[in-house]
């Protein structure tokens, strides 16, 4: 049975987005018991200081379903105020899969467990004992590679029925909804339709359909559209996947975009966003060669131009020599253009990642602001330099834009990464402040909370995380990581 604490002089922040409030809180059996003014419990009490005490914060763009396996410490996560991870974003997924795909995702990891269905992936997740907890979505891109391949065409009856299967059993064993990556393949071939009839399935779960959309440059506005259209003709919510203006061409259109979610939502649809607080990005060189990024008059490119002095190398498992360096870097000492040293680089290691530089501080802060935006860091735990929002997104949100910038009150940016991103994803028993609710809570210092990752040294925690408790227990306890590791499955309620 798990300890009672008692929260002392704690600033309140419920999760709402109302103003805090001073109070104690009585955690017990894994629980919130009860808030207000307790004394005289028999709990292990810890005099919170008048620091901040929020609910844990829920990442609503995560790429973490082999990381827990992997790296179960979560560290990265966990030590930024992360007790909740939404996985299986952008088309990503588990089912169907094969050991070899994976290893090619987590090349330093010899050995995956096997399983033929999410509820055994679930139960393996549950057992790995990981420090955080995880919600999943059912990701296109695996389901269309084992029935349709890399065909640009629909799918046929008995392959939507195929499709349609594997949805439903993610549904029933309690995915939170279901995700496309419109620019990877094999999601790239899919047209409108096919993802309509495929996110019908989720809408009788009240699944949320999330989408890394095809177009986040020249076609910013068309791509919204599109995937306003797929929620509103399959009848369910809609999540569009970090909000972004790439491309400085396109810079400013956040207006335009912004604008067709507040319309949509004036129609009665359930349309949201998330962001990571750079204005950087990061995905596989891959993507960028094959979203035509190198052509500067190329308005089809998902990603807008690029530059190769604003594309650098965050990891290669073939060969880590290449981390650190930028592709222009590259083209020098290969004597090579752009689009030919990139290619020659993807002969060298096909998984190589990189971060790029295509966006303008005014978008990142408009799309903050507006009240339909929540919080996901979109970091990939995979060796090299990672994107530094991996380890320091949820504190920049607190620490920069709101503290610093006044760009969101603080309220604001806990309602964005706790209760707004739980009733999205319909997690009813955590995201708030509440009786009754799990027991997952981050205590924070409001005056020093800051990211320190960096796109040079981005393995660094964040300052002014005092402790973090999950499902109850201290998972993080004077700014230092336990042995606990109490993460579970989160399911839809």
Avoid at 95 to 121: L, V
Avoid at 187 to 210: A, D, H
């Amino acid at each position: 049975m798990n300890k009672k604490y008692l929260l002392k002089n704690a600033t309140i922040y419920d999760g709402s987005g109302s103003n805090p409030f001073k109070g104690n809180l009585l955690i017990n059996n894994g629980k919130i018991e009860e808030i207000g003014n307790i004394d005289n419990v028999d709990a292990e009490v810890i005099d919170i200081k008048n620091k901040a005490l929020s609910p844990g914060f829920i990442d609503m763009h995560a790429h973490d379903d082999i990381a827990m396996f992997v790296y179960p410490d979560m560290d990265f996560k966990l030590m930024q105020g992360v007790t909740t991870n939404v996985n299986g974003n952008c088309g990503s997924g588990v089912i169907p899969h094969s050991s070899a795909d994976i290893i090619n995702w987590h090349p330093n990891f010899d050995g995956i467990p096997e399983w033929s269905s999410y509820g055994e992936y679930l139960e393996l997740v549950d057992k790995s004992k990981t420090s955080i907890h995880s919600a999943f979505l059912v990701g296109h891109g695996p389901i269309r590679k084992a029935t349709t391949g890399n065909e640009k065409r629909m799918p046929t009856q008995s392959e939507f029925d195929v499709m349609k299967a594997w949805i439903k059993e993610g549904m029933e064993e309690g995915a939170v909804g279901f995700s496309t990556g419109l620019i990877y393949e094999p999601g790239r071939y899919s047209n409108t339709e096919e993802l309509i009839e495929l996110s019908k399935v989720i809408s009788s779960y009240n699944g949320v359909y999330f989408s890394h959309m095809r177009n986040e440059a020249g076609h910013l506005i068309r791509s919204i559209e599109e995937t306003i259209r797929i929620g509103e003709e399959a009848g369910c919510s809609i999540e569009i996947s970090h909000h972004k203006v790439s491309g400085q061409e396109n810079w400013g259109k956040s207006v335009e975009s912004l604008n067709s979610i507040e319309e949509a939502r004036s129609r009665g649809l359930n349309v949201h966003s998330d962001q990571y607080p750079y204005n950087a990005g990061s995905t596989s060189l891959f993507a960028v060669v094959q979203n035509n990024a190198f052509n500067e008059k190329s308005v089809d490119g998902g990603m807008g131009s690029q530059t190769g002095d604003k594309i650098l190398i965050a990891g290669s498992a073939k060969d880590p020599s290449l981390v650190g360096k930028t592709l222009g870097d590259l083209c020098d000492e290969y004597d090579l253009p752009e689009q030919e040293a990139a290619e020659k680089l993807l002969k060298i290691d096909s998984g190589i990642f990189v971060v790029t530089e295509g966006m303008v501080e005014d978008d990142v802060a408009r799309i903050l602001a507006h009240p339909t935006t929540m919080i996901g860091s979109d970091g990939v735990p995979l060796p090299g330099n990672p994107h530094p929002r991996l380890y320091g997104c949820f504190p920049r949100v607190l620490g920069k834009y709101s503290r610093e910038e006044g760009v969101i009150s603080m309220q604001e940016a806990i309602h964005k990464m706790t209760g707004q991103s739980a009733e999205k994803v319909n997690l009813n028993d955590r995201g708030f402040i509440r009786p009754g609710l799990n027991a997952d809570i981050v205590i924070f210092d409001e005056d020093t909370i800051i990211d320190k990752a960096t796109y040079e040294k981005p393995r660094a925690y964040p300052e002014g995380i005092i402790h973090v408790f999950v499902n109850g227990e201290l998972a993080v306890e004077d700014g230092k990581q336990t042995d606990l590791r109490a993460g579970k499955v989160a399911r839809r309620s």
